[in-house]
């Protein structure tokens, strides 16, 4: 299991952003950024054991 888990941010066509873990299935969008970092940690809680919980890092690409 890794310990850290990179979540790819992108602006989304339709308006607000979406994140996407990279090398695993994880995916989430929101309107906003504060808001897809809180809609990200539900995710990750949601798809890893809560002992097995990875570091959350960000990458945003330049706007």
Do not use: Q, W
Request: proline share 5%; with cysteine; hydrophobic share 45%.
């Amino acid at each position: 299991m890794d310990k850290e888990l990179i979540f790819l941010v992108e602006e989304a066509p339709e308006g607000g952003y979406v994140a996407r873990a990279l090398g695993h299935s994880v995916f989430t969008e929101a309107e906003d950024l504060e808001e897809l970092r809180a809609n990200v940690r539900d995710a990750v809680r949601c798809h890893f054991e809560s002992e097995e919980l990875p570091r959350v890092t960000f990458s945003l690409p330049l706007f």
